[in-house]
């Protein structure tokens, strides 16, 4: 049996290419399979003449890698299809090269010519893949290539392709070092893009091969703060981390000059009271010297724009913005994080064990900002041990004499527990509670002292050696103790708590003068099979009798001594040696002798227990290196505040005075009431223009409601421009009487100011401190621009009766488009759509100057192989903006440019609308120019949806069925889709369709079907498109057009606006 035969079997005996079963791998066929026909099945496919079957192998061999299994051996017949003209399998081949280009470096090296052609490929996933491949060849040899393709990709038009350059850079860095300055150009470069997309990879990139640059981040420093709301999780992590320390070096601490008694209570957990008086009087006259503090408008910028993203959903961003506020936020406003990392303690255990290794550091010197949040860190019994063991940690931080009666009650039920480990660990939290808050001292002792009792022998253990600790504070007041534990000796066999009782009886042996010579007897019986550690305190315990009471201990000291002195280890050998020429005198012995009792038996200091986390907040709270508390590979130390300010001009960027706004009260008086309601305004739908450029496209309202009350609007003909700006002296006099009888009408909704906030964000050049006064005014410019089209025909209601004008994406009139009439269909009632209006030019990034554009659907009269774009000037300032015009326009090849007559004056509050023509060569790709004013210059682009590519064209059913027949095969695209309920009318689909793109209906005598008709502007090709419904709420739709890339894209624009 074949190995295709194999797998068709285990499909259920189904050979249809079409069904592929991923679940299973197409080349196993089974366990005694050789290995010489391994993927046979596959290659051929790869060989074949049909995209279908290639593409069908390419969908295999990815399935195939994610399953895990190894397709290396099929990298020849892969990198052969690397030319296909089919973008799906060009797609998958690229994946499958990332894969493997790095372990099949010489055959990789022989298509590297097909990867530099894909660098200039039209489709922008080919260029970034083709990059990617080309930067996964780990060969020094094609350097100098790969250094040319990532500049070239770094001044592509597409962000994705920007994005996949800066990931491009760490991995030619890695291979040649020595291109670093040409990087760093690349990396400054990128820096100052204003996409989203790109700020997070270009800031990995920054880390990865200079982050000592600090001086190129001045200049983007306000930028990254304000698109950080926007950027992609893993990005805002990398940014957030990165800005830390840029601010640790640019800022002055923000707790230099408060308070000494709150930093001392917090600091003091561990400290004597002795060091606290020196650190009072050394800060006392520290802070004499010190000027007021007053926060920097950029740290106060980045710690408000990272408050919000405490509230991600992703816990390394909340984790990176709590970092953030622990090393930079003044102690007053750290609080906030607790909130939000208490709220990561419901998450996997993972993400608990990271978040509460943090937690425990931050609770040392923060102690006051966990309190409330106490009972989140009490301990479940489905807590894996070493979550148990870090919440042990936070509680025993968070103890005092308020709260530590409530602890200590939660630690009894702890210590009952059956994981061994968590009580050995609680016994130690109790004894630091018992060092570290002196009233409940004897409580902790008595209750460690009943656990002695305890029938596990580690809990006595772990209690004896706590136990000691604790006794060394107060000796002599608890001499029973020490007996009760000297008769432990026999029962105990842990070595560490045998080692604790020895040692507490040597040191204390005047308190126990009866029962210390009979243990160390006892101990020398056994001194043999003792452990390393017991014997050496049995060696200490017999040296500290002889010197306090040789009558009864010197024959047994010098027995226990002959014993150790031919023991195997040599650590004992050696001890034994030096105590028997220490306490023994002779001829030989020195003057060492004489000290003897001062040496074994002087006063020791009581140890303190510490948290293993104490020391560790000098690695950056959720680094991998805090986390191991030892330095890991490429860990960067979180510099030390600097004692001055540097200069903050390097950050600032220019703005020009004319842009500042105008007094409140002035403002508040030129705001009018909105037409639509705020419900209304806000449901309107938003969504970014593809150029990554911060685009915001406002829904803007369907121009016929306007018409519904007394002003209706007449269509714009060809050549005219409609002038939206402040109206004339007559014109303004007629609008106050107006206004007496009837509410004022606006052209647009109220969504235009929750849109544009979030455009705000986006404003490289906003300044730090623009919080409310941005907010008010944008309202300001919404005020502005919604001013009504008025006409000054009084008589024009009359004359058009109940006629309704030709609103874009309806269908036209034969009169407007002569050119394009073949026959006319049959009258249609007509559709209502909505112009989309996109921004082409916040007001803050043109400093008071805003431009907005959207497609007329209106043929340009100079050229009608050109998209008509209506462009709208708004001046939000007080001063006059002069020769407003479009230089050096940024075209791909075989694309044109109409430009708009230069305006020479646009006065303060002016609005005014111009025409412009682009030739986009059928293809959605961005027009780019410079928007210049008498004073700056401003980068501008206008990419074209698809669906505005085209012009409506009028034809019979039976022209649409022969046109239809002849763009069948690969002019063909068929899919399938569910209409939801609130898509089920005719009235409704037509309008959606309309809507997605400037097509006309096609007359039909069907009742289940729709078609629609339009022609590319450019080439003049036939765009054909079917609808039709099946049972229930399914339906197909087709479009045909010989430009297969339109096809592709209108598809999934109509399949869009059909589902939302």
């Known amino acids: 049996m074949s190995t295709s035969q194999a797998y068709n079997e285990e499909k259920g005996g189904s050979s249809s290419l079409g069904e592929p079963e991923y679940g299973h791998d197409p080349a196993s066929g089974g366990i005694f399979s050789s290995d010489y026909k391994r993927h046979d099945d596959l290659k051929e496919m790869l060989d074949s003449n049909k995209d279908s079957l290639k593409l069908e192998a390419m969908k295999r061999i990815v399935a ?41 470096q010489d055959l990789a090296l022989l298509s590297i010519s097909t990867f530099q052609r894909g660098l200039k490929d039209p489709n922008q996933l080919i260029r970034a893949s083709a990059l990617r491949v080309l930067s996964s060849i780990r060969v020094p040899i094609i350097v100098p290539i790969m250094m040319l393709a990532i500049k070239e990709a770094a001044s592509d038009m597409s962000p994705y392709v920007r994005k996949t350059a800066a990931h491009a850079i760490p991995k030619l860095y890695s291979l040649d070092s020595d291109q670093k300055d040409q990087l760093i150009e690349v990396i400054e470069k990128l820096l100052a893009d204003k996409t989203t997309l790109v700020a997070g990879s270009v800031v990995m990139a920054f880390e990865e091969v200079c982050p000592e640059r600090i001086d190129l981040i001045h200049k983007n420093y306000r930028k990254l703060c304000n698109l950080l709301i926007d950027v992609e999780e893993w990005g805002q992590v990398v940014i957030i981390n990165m800005l830390t320390r840029y601010a640790r070096t640019q800022f002055l601490s923000p707790n230099q000059n408060e308070s000494l008694l709150e930093e001392n209570a917090e ?136 709260n530590i009666s409530t602890i200590l009650r939660e630690f009894q039920t702890y210590i009952r527990s059956m994981d061994k480990d968590f009580v050995a660990a609680t016994i130690q939290a109790i004894g630091r509670c018992a060092t570290n808050i002196g009233k409940v001292r004897d409580t902790c002792l008595n209750g460690l002292v009943q656990l002695l009792s305890n029938r596990d022998e580690l809990v006595v253990a772990e209690s004896v050696v706590v136990i000691k600790k604790l006794l060394q504070m107060q000796p002599s007041q608890h001499s029973e103790i020490i007996k009760h534990m000297a008769k432990l000796t026999d029962n105990i066999q842990v070595p560490m708590a045998r080692a604790s009782i020895l040692w507490l009886i040597g040191e204390y042996c005047e308190h126990v003068p009866k029962i210390a010579p009979d243990v160390l007897r006892k101990m020398a019986k056994s001194f043999t099979n003792e452990e390393d550690i017991v014997k050496l305190q049995v060696i200490n315990l017999a040296a500290k009798l002889y010197l306090t009471n040789s009558k009864q201990s010197k024959l047994l000291t010098q027995y226990v001594l002959n014993l150790a002195k031919y023991d195997q280890n040599y650590d004992i050998r050696d001890r034994a040696r030096f105590i028997r020429q220490l306490i023994v005198p002779t001829e030989k012995s020195g003057a060492l002798n004489k000290y003897a009792k001062k040496l074994f038996l002087a006063q020791k200091p009581a140890p303190i227990l510490e948290s293993s986390f104490k020391d560790r907040d000098h690695f950056q709270l959720g680094s991998l290196s805090h986390l191991l508390n030892a330095k890991a590979v490429g860990y960067q130390e979180l510099p030390d505040w600097p004692d001055e300010a540097p200069d903050p001009s390097v950050r600032n960027v220019e703005v020009p005075e004319w842009t500042k706004c105008t007094s409140r009260e002035k403002r508040k008086e ?260 410079q928007l210049c004013t008498h004073t700056r210059q401003f980068y501008g682009a206008i990419q074209p949806p698809v669906g505005e590519l085209m012009a409506p064209v009028f034809m019979s059913e039976n022209e649409f069925k022969k046109e239809q027949g002849k763009l069948t095969g690969m002019s063909e695209i068929t899919e399938k889709l569910t209409l939801p309920e609130t898509c089920q009318s005719d009235h409704t689909i037509v309008q959606r369709v309309t809507s997605a793109a400037n097509v006309s209906r096609v007359p039909c005598g069907a009742d289940n079907e729709y078609r629609f008709a339009a022609k590319t502007v450019t080439s003049g090709s036939l765009v054909l498109i079917t609808l039709e419904k099946k049972e229930g709420a399914l339906a197909q739709l087709t479009v045909n057009s010989e430009k297969m890339v339109i096809g592709t894209m209108l598809v999934k624009d109509i399949i869009q606006a059909l589902t939302q």
């Not at 195939?64 to 081949?93: H, Q, T, W, Y």
């Not at 990176?320 to 990561?344: C, D, M, N, S, T």
């Not at 004056?905 to 986009?920: K, Q, R, W, Y």
Request: glycine share 6%.
């Open 670 to 929: 030129k705001v009018e009431k909105p037409f639509y309601s705020d419900s209304e305004g806000e449901s309107g739908p938003t969504e970014s223009a593809d150029s990554g450029e911060g685009s915001i496209c406002h829904d803007v309202r369907a121009w016929a409601s306007v018409a519904v009350g007394t002003d209706s609007l007449t269509p714009s003909l060809p050549g005219q421009h409609l002038t939206l700006g402040s109206p004339s002296e007559e014109e303004e006099e007629e609008g106050k009487k107006a206004k007496k009888k009837k509410p004022q009408r606006d052209r647009e909704g109220g969504s235009e100011s929750s849109s544009e906030e979030g455009s705000v964000s986006e404003s490289s050049s906003s300044e730090s401190d623009s919080g409310s006064d941005a907010e008010e005014s944008q309202s300001e410019t919404e005020t502005k621009r919604r001013k009504t089209v008025k006409s000054s025909d009084p008589n024009r209601d009359q004359r058009h009766g109940d006629f309704c004008f030709i609103c874009p994406g309806i269908l036209p009139l034969p009169s407007l488009y002569p050119h394009l009439i073949s026959s006319v269909p049959q009258v249609i009632s007509p559709v209502f759509s909505s112009v989309k209006t996109y921004e082409l030019l916040h007001r803050m990034t043109g400093e008071g100057l805003s431009v907005e554009y959207y497609f007329s659907r209106q043929p340009f009269a100079p050229d009608p192989h050109m998209v008509a774009v209506q462009i709208q000037f708004s001046n939000n300032t007080d001063s006059e903006v002069k020769n407003v015009r479009i230089s050096e326009p940024k075209l791909l090849s075989g694309m044109r440019v109409q430009e708009f007559k230069e305006i020479e004056s646009l006065a303060p509050g002016e609005t005014t609308s111009v025409v412009m023509g682009i030739d986009f060569c059928d293809s959605t790709q961005a027009a780019n120019f």
């Open 64 to 104: 195939m890698i994610a399953r895990g299994k190894n397709a290396s051996d099929l990298f020849p017949a892969v990198v052969k299809n690397v030319a296909c003209k089919n973008i799906e399998v060009k797609k998958l081949v690229y994946v499958y090269l990332v894969r493997y280009a790095e372990e099949q």
């Open 267 to 402: 600091k003091a957990f561990y400290g004597s009271d002795e060091e606290d008086a020196k650190d009072d009087k050394t800060e006392a006259a520290s802070l004499v010297k010190r000027k007021p503090y007053v926060m920097d408008p950029d740290h106060r910028l980045l710690l408000r724009n990272t408050k919000p993203l405490l509230q991600s959903r992703n816990a390394a961003v909340v984790m990176a913005v709590a970092q953030l506020y622990f090393h930079l936020a003044p102690k007053a406003e750290v609080g906030v994080i607790a909130k939000a990392l208490v709220r990561l303690l419901r998450s996997h255990s993972e993400v608990q064990y990271v978040v509460l290794q943090n937690v425990a550091t931050m609770s040392i010197k923060r102690r006051g900002m966990f309190e409330p949040y106490l009972k989140s860190f009490y301990i479940r019994s489905t807590d894996p041990t070493q979550i148990k063991i870090l919440k042990l940690e936070v509680l025993t931080n968070l103890a005092n004499e308020t």
